[in-house]
């Protein structure tokens, strides 16, 4: 079978089937505004908030072929060795870590620089820190052909072939008008510019993980987020053929619209998931708000509390040393709380070595099922 070719000329699409499109619209746009409803309510949402940004990066990164889960990479940033790619899981658990690390530059970048070329290459060179990424252009668009299809094969067994290097520069140009362009509903137009950037494959890699790390940073620019808290990878990792079937259809077959009918049903899917599990790690919140006053009786208690939420794994080194709470306080505190059952040793202390704990029930909140 000959490798499908980018659609040149083809983007934006002259048209859409928007009777097929319009029953899904009105959902997807109410299913964002429900879940952006929710954000409101949950004070300091960007701590609280934080493993589930931890768990989009693993499945984000799970769907280019990383093997890490969301323990193993909080495991290892607590161990504080963020920079070991000494063996093939580590060099996964950097890989997440990179893609955590560019979401939170990015969306700190928005305040100052719109959704842009510019801030999409500095994004990358976040994204491709490390050996992995070392000789992959970090921040440069590629000059040379890329392909996607089975590991090692050749241009001619390839499932597709992107833009060419060549014409990039004025393919990502077009992009880039197009996403502050007006549109009938941001939603298409996210779906469409999000499928684009896939075909046009501008970098050497990292650009599925690129492409979907767009997806909270328009919602948040438009003004449909108030924070690029939007984790979508869940649902296209579950659907992976699907997602790549689509996007093929793109190039293929023109099916521009069949794309956008599976995008706002992502969108429908994941914002009903993520408005629970955030309402999940609200309510563990409440609870545990006056439970830990209570059992530590300590003025530090909250503060101790989000901190927790903040790290859901570490070593009780970096709490003391990190809480801003005083020694004697923040140990007794420690003790408290695991002794009481909210924190889990994972690895008990042993000559300098710190103990690891972790909060078991926002771990298994982020996850989705029960893991620890």
């Given at each position: 079978m000959s490798p499908v070719n980018y659609h040149r000329g083809g983007f934006p699409p002259a048209e859409l089937n928007w009777s097929r499109l319009i029953p899904l619209i009105g959902p997807a746009n109410a299913a964002i505004a429900r879940y952006e409803g929710v954000l409101h309510g949950i004070p300091n949402a960007n701590v609280l908030l934080s493993p589930l940004t931890a768990q989009e990066a693993v499945l984000s990164s799970r769907i280019e072929g990383t093997q890490a889960t969301l323990g193993e990479v909080l495991e290892f940033e607590a161990e504080g060795a963020d920079e070991d790619e000494s063996t093939p899981k580590k060099a996964?658990?950097?890989?997440?870590?990179?893609?955590?690390?560019?979401?939170?530059?990015?969306?700190?970048?928005?305040a100052d620089l719109p959704l842009s070329q510019r801030?999409?290459?500095?994004?990358h060179q976040v994204l491709m820190q490390g050996v992995r990424g070392r000789h992959k252009s970090p921040g440069e668009y590629r000059k040379v052909p890329n392909w996607i299809g089975p590991h090692g094969c050749t241009i001619e067994e390839a499932r597709f072939i992107p833009c060419p290097a060549n014409d990039?520069?004025?393919a990502m140009a077009t992009w880039e008008r197009y996403l502050h362009d007006e549109a009938p509903d941001r939603l298409v137009q996210l779906a469409l510019a999000h499928a684009e950037f896939?075909?046009?494959h501008p970098f050497l890699d990292g650009n599925g993980r690129l492409g979907r790390l767009i997806v909270p940073l328009f919602l948040?620019?438009?003004?449909l987020l108030s924070a690029p808290n939007f984790y979508l990878s869940e649902y296209l990792e579950q659907h992976r053929d699907s997602y790549y079937e689509h996007l093929l259809a793109v190039s293929r077959d023109g099916e521009w619209s069949g794309w956008v009918a599976f995008f706002l049903r992502a969108l429908i899917a994941q914002a009903e998931t993520n408005q629970s599990r955030a309402l999940q790690i609200l309510e563990l919140y409440n609870q545990h708000k006056d439970w830990i006053v209570k059992q530590t009786h300590s003025q530090y208690a909250i503060?101790?509390?989000d901190w927790f939420f903040s790290r859901p794994i570490f070593k009780t080194s970096d709490f003391?040393?990190?809480?801003?709470i005083p020694k004697p306080t923040a140990n007794?505190?420690?003790?408290?709380?695991?002794?009481?059952g909210l924190l889990l040793e994972l690895r008990p202390s042993g000559g300098r070595r710190a103990a690891v704990l972790a909060f078991s029930g926002l771990i298994n909140i982020a996850e989705g099922n029960r893991v620890l």
């Open positions: 996964d658990i950097r890989e997440v870590l990179n893609y955590r690390a560019a979401l939170q530059e990015a969306a700190a970048r928005l801030l999409l290459k500095d994004t990039l520069p004025e896939e075909a046009l948040c620019e438009k003004g503060r101790a509390l003391v040393a990190t809480s801003g007794r505190i420690l003790r408290e709380v695991r002794d009481a």
